[in-house]
């Protein structure tokens, strides 16, 4: 199976703009999160969508949003950019089990820079 | 709640000795753990997880750690480090049962000298 894919991998936006990342789960995975890292906060869920449904929800501005579509590929979007915006964001796809642990799968990444 | 401290930011080995990473984990019910790996440019790999069954977990390229409750740490062991070790570790925990929202530990950077 091809594994979670995210584009683009880098982008350069300036302050005050808006962006859309986009992330495709692994195949038959219906549950995609959504990761923040930066060097000084490390890594923060922003939040979690399970069949087009947010489930789950970080500690995060509402300039920060996201989808899920019927496929499961998700995107988030980020309003009004800030500097500290700068950071890479990482989706993650897992399966979705009623028992046990429902490992998840990291993709590359996406690296936004705000000038 | 929840959280994990990496006791170490910074861990530098020297090749073919052992490897020691060391994470405690605070939770307020039956937590899952767990240690990622992320090299450069690279998404997070998962290395190993404890979700309460044996409480000494064998992970990939000869990693394990041991789930110790009663000093609520989960460190991360390898006997001989090799130089495809270096990268960054992430202990992570979550709440048994429900894997989906992940807080990490702040990470340790594990340089391995040849």
């Known amino acids: 199976k091809a594994g979670v894919t995210q584009t683009p991998r880098y982008l350069i936006k300036t302050r005050g703009q808006q962006v859309t990342l986009s992330c495709s789960p692994i195949?038959?995975?219906?549950?995609v999160s959504w990761y923040q890292q930066t060097p000084g906060q490390g890594l923060q869920f922003l939040f979690e969508?399970?069949?087009?449904?947010?489930?789950n929800k970080g500690n995060f501005p509402g300039r920060f949003s996201g989808r899920q579509f019927s496929n499961s590929r998700s995107e988030m979007n980020v309003s009004t950019l800030e500097l500290g915006d700068s950071a890479l964001y990482l989706c993650?796809?897992?399966?979705?089990?009623?028992?046990?642990?429902?490992?998840?799968?990291f993709g590359p990444g996406t690296r936004l820079t705000v000038l | 709640a929840q959280s994990v401290t990496q006791l170490d930011s910074h861990v530098s080995v020297s090749e073919g000795t052992p490897v020691l990473l060391r994470c405690n984990y605070s939770?307020?019910?039956?937590?899952?753990l767990f240690w990622y790996v992320q090299h450069p440019n690279k998404g997070l790999q998962l290395l190993l997880k404890?979700?309460?069954?044996?409480?000494l977990v064998k992970g990939i390229n000869g990693f394990e750690a041991e789930f110790k409750k009663s000093e609520t740490s989960f460190h991360l062991t390898k006997p001989s480090a090799h130089m495809s070790d270096a990268a960054e570790y992430f202990c992570?925990?979550?709440?048994?049962?429900?894997?989906?929202?992940?807080?990490f530990g702040s990470g340790t950077q594990l340089t391995v000298l040849p």
């Open positions: 993650a796809s897992g399966e979705t089990r009623t028992t046990g642990y429902n490992e998840q799968f």
């Open positions: 195949s038959g995975h219906r549950s």
């Open positions: 969508y399970f069949s087009e449904t947010q489930r």
């Open positions: 939770s307020s019910y039956s937590p899952s």
């Open positions: 404890y979700t309460s069954a044996a409480t």
């Open positions: 992570v925990v979550t709440p048994s049962g429900s894997a989906r929202q992940l807080t």
